[in-house]
């Protein structure tokens, strides 16, 4: 809703804020630069692996930085990215991993989900792959599609559901065009995010295939639910996923065929994965924790 810090500035001074909370380091932070009011930042990914190649982003998130009372790090890798563009910051960058909880529905249903994607639920075995993103280039939803379709030809059992907001309006018409001319891969409705849980729970697997990540919440959503996930092989989901442990990497879209077959016919390997990945996330991306680190930081804000 706001483009500048002057529009920031007018809000907290008619509504009275104490302080402000900015996920984002450049998206978020840019308009809260000279704010009067205390913030703290929260580094959402593409800031730290991404807009930092650019000179006056890089220059305005280092001001930004210098201006908030703490920022947040999902990891530790992405902590000492920051703190080696920015020394003077390190003391203030805290490392909290995101805190998970799903909430699948009790009603949704599965068969209406499937129909309204124009996929046949009377063909027996299904295996559907769910490709969950907000539509835009980092996240890279189409660089499955070709060979997904291949595979499709070949088992029609196979399906990719791609589903997610439409974040960049010219993208997703990109898209929407490729994934008409792609037997097996479909464009699906957005649906509540219960719903949606409860839709990752009836998938074969769910998959990533983002050129930069942050930490996918996708990801460690699928993990508590009990479903396997396949990544593509990039800094942000490889602190999150141990390969063949609690989760499988790709590096090329062969290799992700050749790494899902594997799932499908070893359903041994499936059950071991899916367990590890579970205690992983109870353990270390646990809400109560990262409730409780926020609640610290808050007060660092007075």
Request: a neutral charge.
């Amino acid at each position: 809703m706001y483009e500048s810090p002057s529009e920031i500035a007018n809000l907290t001074t008619t509504d009275k804020f104490d302080a402000a909370l900015a996920i984002h380091l450049y998206k978020g932070g840019r308009l809260l630069q000279g704010s009067r009011i205390p913030f703290g930042i929260i580094f959402g990914g593409t800031d730290v692996n991404e807009d930092i190649k650019c000179e006056e982003k890089h220059r305005v998130m280092g001001a930004v930085l210098g201006e908030a009372r703490f920022a947040v790090a999902f990891t530790m890798k992405m902590k000492e990215l920051a703190a080696a563009e920015w020394p003077d910051a390190k003391t203030k960058i805290y490392v909290q991993t995101q805190g998970i909880k799903t909430t699948p529905s009790e009603t949704f249903d599965w068969y209406r989900f499937l129909q309204n994607a124009d996929i046949r639920t009377d063909t027996g075995s299904l295996h559907m792959f769910l490709l969950i993103c907000g539509l835009r280039r980092v996240k890279d939803p189409l660089h499955l599609v070709d060979v997904f379709s291949d595979w499709h030809r070949k088992d029609p059992s196979v399906h990719l559901g791609i589903i997610g907001p439409a974040v960049d309006p010219l993208f997703t018409s990109e898209v929407k065009e490729k994934v008409k001319s792609a037997p097996g891969v479909h464009l699906l409705q957005e649906v509540p995010q219960d719903d949606l849980h409860a839709a990752m729970k009836r998938c074969f697997a769910v998959v990533n295939s983002s050129i930069s990540e942050g930490m996918s919440a996708a990801i460690l959503e699928a993990m508590d639910l009990d479903i396997p996930v396949l990544a593509r092989n990039i800094p942000g989901n490889a602190a999150i996923i141990k390969h063949k442990e609690t989760g499988l990497l790709f590096s090329n879209p062969q290799e992700f065929v050749v790494l899902s077959k594997s799932l499908m016919n070893d359903p041994i390997m499936k059950r071991e994965i899916v367990t590890r990945a579970r205690d992983y996330v109870k353990k270390h991306h646990s809400w109560e924790s990262e409730r409780k680190t926020y609640q610290k930081l808050v007060l660092r804000l007075q």
